[in-house]
């Protein structure tokens, strides 16, 4: 089933990176945004008439751009209201913190067409013409700044926390473009073999398929290049090392973010953000008349993007973004080592691994003592499920509730067809909640206290005669086992497979129920679900009651691997994960508060005596 959507994994004009930077370039053109660009933009943030003057030098260069009439009310809501990280102790009136305006434009297809234009056309244009550019960096600023909400409001996620693992993006490129990537690979220093679209954004995907549909197609004179990327942070240790020595710095992993709650079109997408590339190999096949670059490349999840970094390059805010930048280097050179000797490069894997050892040394100098790195290129993001519990449409970004109500819909009309298309582009991660969660209020839901999952137990099964709706319902089930479902979730009092076997749907009970891997006696968990709820609702009670918030059911833990589960509350910028240790829970309460630069937790044990 082909997805109908525009994608931003073909952009308008495909840049192919034709203007991307490289070697001293990069560097170059980095200072030369951050000292004449991003440091006054950040420093006019807090001056309610400098921000004025960079919202009315936006508002005029986009009077340029012929804009649709939804996005430019997308952008009267964006520009009207005062915009700022959630942790900034600003007291001015801002936009709904579970909004993200300027991500949703980009996310949108007519609002990325501007976007891309005006950061494309601009950024990676090598003129300077100043109104654009500061029009243009303003723009990167605004998404960045709901990156790093977003990345807040899910903080207890790891993969949203700290991105780690392998994305993917197709391009169709003119065959002199394949030259290119083939030429900075050829750089006899390593540290050259590098790309970047410094402040620039890119649209990437979890899922291979979605990157070779997108390629598929080629006409005369056309190359496909298929990019596999890796993504990682800095190795830990060496980030505790900074963080220790320069407390009052904000290090955000927003190089790389899930946007899929936030995104219209549902590609398993992570947006990266002012990527930079090292390039580690190129292989070209050609089948027939057709011809793949397969790109290996490595990019790094770690930066400082904050108001509170907009001095970055006097005196202590240089040298911590200097201690930084080594920190960076000596991980990345770390991972690609790995893949280079992975791939049979051991000259390449020997140089890199120097390479790392010399930026070490240099921590060494400057008296920040490292310990040997951790094997970084097996890094990936550790999973957690999530219960997602806000009851309102304005509870969450708004394609997502859009989505869920229509997903719901569907579900509750038997339109299996409809409900495929809608839950198969979802991150692998995020199947399940596709079912486990609650309607929501307002939307004229009369079973709004049903999950999703015992709506569907309660639906007949189709008529084979009706083949493509039959079709998809089987494969929906089938799709199930690779999901995380809270099969323990009662409804008044009932679970899903007990729905299932009344309604006839024998194979569907037989798949719903719960695989319980933790016994734990019900009376016990019944006193946990009491005191989680208890500590809940001391800690976030007004906004899970603004929220028509839905509790968690802690029986749900007895059937996970890990016994964990993470807990977002809408508008708090954090929550609770909670896991089960036997008969206890131990609960870490995750905030982020005006003025407080670090998301500070809270760990707390309950049990059922």
Not at 124 to 132: C, F, P, Q, Y
Not at 346 to 362: F, I, P, T, V, W
Not at 440 to 454: C, W, Y
Not at 537 to 560: D, N, W
Request: charged share 25%; proline share 4%.
């Amino acid at each position: 089933m082909v997805h109908s959507y525009p994608s931003r994994l073909v952009a308008p004009s495909d840049p192919s990176f034709e203007t991307a930077f490289a070697g001293k370039d990069e560097t170059d053109r980095m200072n030369d945004l951050r000292v004449k660009y991003l440091k006054r933009i950040r420093q006019s943030w807090v001056n309610n008439d400098d921000y004025r003057s960079l919202i009315a030098n936006l508002e005029n260069v986009l009077h340029i751009y012929r804009t649709p009439n939804e996005v430019r009310e997308s952008l009267k809501d964006l520009l009207n209201k005062f915009h700022d990280y959630a942790d900034m102790p600003l007291s001015r009136e801002r936009i709904a913190s579970q909004q993200y305006p300027a991500l949703e434009l980009y996310c949108d297809k007519d609002g990325h067409e501007l976007i891309f234009k005006v950061i494309l056309g601009e950024l990676r244009n090598g003129k300077d013409k100043s109104e654009l550019f500061l029009a243009a960096v303003t723009l990167v600023e605004f998404i960045t700044i709901d990156m790093y909400n977003l990345r807040l409001s899910y903080i207890g996620d790891e993969r949203y926390r700290n991105f780690q693992g392998i994305v993917y993006r197709g391009l169709k490129i003119a065959a002199k473009d394949a030259e290119r990537y083939r030429r900075v690979l050829l750089e006899d220093e390593l540290p050259k073999r590098n790309l970047s679209i410094p402040l620039g954004m890119l649209s990437t995907t979890t899922d291979q398929a979605v990157m070779k549909r997108f390629t598929r197609d080629l006409k005369p004179g056309q190359d496909r290049l298929h990019m596999t990327i890796h993504v990682h942070g800095v190795d830990p240790s060496l980030l505790k090392l900074y963080l220790d020595r320069y407390p009052n710095s904000v290090v955000t992993s927003i190089c790389a973010l899930p946007v899929a709650r936030v995104a219209s079109i549902s590609e398993k997408e992570i947006l990266l953000r002012g990527p930079f590339f090292q390039l580690i190999s190129m292989e070209t096949r050609k089948t027939g008349n057709e011809t793949t670059h397969e790109v290996v490349m490595v990019c790094m999840n770690s930066n400082r993007d904050h108001t509170t970094e907009l001095s970055s390059d006097e005196d202590e805010k240089k040298k911590q973004r200097q201690r930084f930048f080594t920190i960076v280097n000596a991980s990345k050179y770390h991972v690609c080592a790995s893949l280079a000797q992975a791939q049979g490069q051991l000259e390449d894997a020997s140089r890199y691994e120097a390479l790392s050892q010399q930026n070490l040394e240099k921590l060494e100098a400057a008296h920040l003592r490292p310990s040997h790195l951790t094997h970084l290129a097996d890094a990936r993001s550790h999973g957690i499920s999530t219960w997602i519990g806000g009851s309102l449409p304005e509870s969450y970004p708004y394609n997502y509730s859009e989505q869920r109500s229509d997903l719901r819909s569907r579900i509750m009309r038997n339109q299996w067809v409809a409900v495929l298309d809608l839950v198969q582009y979802h991150y692998d991660w995020t199947l399940g909640e596709c079912f486990n969660v609650f309607g929501m209020s307002g939307v004229n839901d009369q079973a709004a206290s049903q999950t999703n999952l015992h709506l569907m137990a309660s639906a007949s099964e189709p008529d084979p005669a009706d083949a493509k709706n039959f079709e998809a319902w089987t494969t929906i089930q089938q799709l199930m086992p690779r999901s995380i479902i809270f099969k323990s979730i009662r409804c008044d009092g009932i679970l899903a497979w007990e729905v299932a076997e009344k309604s006839g749907n024998h194979a569907l009970a037989s798949l719903l129920r719960p695989q319980i891997r933790h016994k734990v006696p019900q009376e016990t968990l019944d006193h946990l679900e009491n005191g989680l709820h208890k500590y809940m609702m001391e800690k976030a009670g007004l906004l899970i009651q603004k929220h028509h918030f839905v509790l968690p059911q802690v029986s749900v833990l007895t059937e996970l691997e890990p016994p964990e589960m993470w807990i977002p509350i809408p508008d708090m910028f954090g929550g609770f994960t909670v896991r089960l240790v036997k008969h206890h829970l131990v609960v870490e309460l995750y905030e982020n508060k005006p003025g407080l630069m670090q998301t500070q937790t809270t760990q707390k044990t309950i049990s059922a005596v």
